[in-house]
């Protein structure tokens, strides 16, 4: 789904992606994993578009990404954030409905669609009609994963989807969101700090320290075979049971 060529990202002097090849594979669940900084998010906003590398390529489902095709590219990209990034303003139904509203459906056709998305991710009906700051937590995030359901994806990326949740809101939210990915084949690439997180979702786990991929593959692997000191400092830190 993605292929990745020597990708870096800087921040002034501050070197935070180091030059990575790496390719996330159609079907599979990816997650992101490691501390505040280590450029797991960086990477992320780099697919989605938002943010430009300054050295290597992109190819996404074959596509070589660049600043004339990015936007058609991103209508294929769904993208959650943390709290939903809902706009204040609009009620859910306008939230969800927004880009496809811009780029023309009929009124009937993203009504319907709405629907469907309310029963997939089972946000209440009744939410639908009410604006961000009426909603509960867990309610404005199944609204922002509704909004990257919209246009009907290929891929599904995820920036720390229920770090400010409450645990039980949170576990809510992870069971239903899981359900999603297995009904839905979504190819999708999440981050977390998270580790049981990531035992949760991913089929394959990257492990991101300063700006590089230090290890990946199944989390049981990484917790058998860590690769560095750090690997299984980090997995030893979150208590993580190996049987």
Known sequence: MFSLTNVSKSFGTLQVLKPTTVQFHTGESTVLIGPSGCGKSTLLRILVGLIDA?????EFDGITISAKNIQQLRQRMGYVIQDGGLFPHLTARANVGLLATHLGWETNRVRTRVDELADLTRLP??????YPAQMSGGQRQRVGIMRALMLDPAVILLDEPMGALDPLVRFDLQEDLRKIFRTLGK?????????GEAAFFGDRVMMLSEGEIVQEGRLEELISQPSNEYVAKFINAQRIPTA
């Open 187 to 195: 190819t999708s690439i999440m981050v977390t700090h998270d580790m």
């Open 54 to 58: 300054d050295s290597g390529t992109i």
């Open 125 to 130: 009906k009744a939410a639908l009609d009410r």
